[in-house]
């Protein structure tokens, strides 16, 4: 799998976008670009994932490079309980076993 | 819609005792079925993952086993839990056109 980076900690208005930053500059042709964020003390929650076009659903937005090798999660209005760690993840998106592999990710602080 | 069962929420365990943690799945058939661990303050490890009855792959080598008797039904065990298991253990399922959806998660204390 492609190795992502991302940013340990940010900090967001609330009310404001938030714009969480992912690098991934190994991605293959057939790999997706996966989010999702874990609220303190519960199991991971699936936000979004794309392989190339652009990506929108209740939750957020995904926004992928032309050339795939980075890619922005946007939470449009950001509230309180946003905060959580969000997770960038690329991974070939198959019916077998995928075995996503968790990095660190990104601390998401939504403050008043 | 499927749903995802895991338990129990929170565990204390002395050195040495047994361990059974089990999952269950709702709402969909034969799973891809997995066992990850989250030390304090770190990533997610996988640990197992199934994709059927009787199939078990495991990850890292360790002190634990996971086994998976129904088709969506998966279990985390020990036969004698040492104090470097501590941590918080989330089973996840997906399928050929789901994404991994995860547990509410167990926390394990080892004293």
């Known amino acids: 799998d492609a190795k992502t980076t991302q940013p340990p900690s940010m900090d967001c208005a609330e009310g404001r976008a938030a714009n969480l930053p992912c690098n991934h500059s190994?991605?293959?042709?057939?790999?997706?670009v996966y989010w999702y964020r874990q609220i303190h003390s519960q199991g991971p929650q699936y936000i979004i994932h794309?392989?190339?076009n652009n990506e929108t659903n209740e939750m957020a937005s995904l926004i992928i490079t032309e050339d795939r090798k980075s890619s922005t999660l946007i939470l449009p209005h950001a509230t309180l309980r946003d905060t959580a760690v969000y997770y960038c993840?690329?991974?070939?998106?198959?019916?077998?076993?995928?075995?996503?592999?968790f990095g660190t990710g990104t601390r998401l602080q939504v403050t008043l | 819609s499927q749903t995802i069962h895991q338990w129990p929420a929170t565990l204390v365990q002395p050195v040495g005792s047994p361990l059974s943690l089990e999952c269950t799945v709702e709402g969909t058939s034969n799973p891809n079925l997995y066992w990850y661990r989250q030390a304090a303050g770190r990533g997610l490890q996988l640990l197992f993952y199934?994709?059927?009855?009787?199939?078990i792959s495991s990850e890292v080598p360790q002190n634990l086993s996971a086994s998976r008797p129904q088709d969506r039904q998966f279990i985390l065990s020990s036969k004698k839990l040492l104090l470097s298991d501590s941590g918080f253990y989330l089973c996840?399922?997906?399928?050929?056109?789901?994404?991994?959806?995860f547990g509410n998660g167990t926390r394990l204390t080892v004293t």
């Open positions: 794309g392989l190339k």
């Open positions: 199934s994709v059927g009855i009787g199939q």
């Open positions: 190994t991605i293959s042709g057939n790999e997706y």
């Open positions: 993840i690329v991974r070939v998106h198959t019916g077998t076993a995928s075995k996503l592999t």
């Open positions: 996840a399922w997906n399928s050929r056109s789901t994404p991994l959806h």
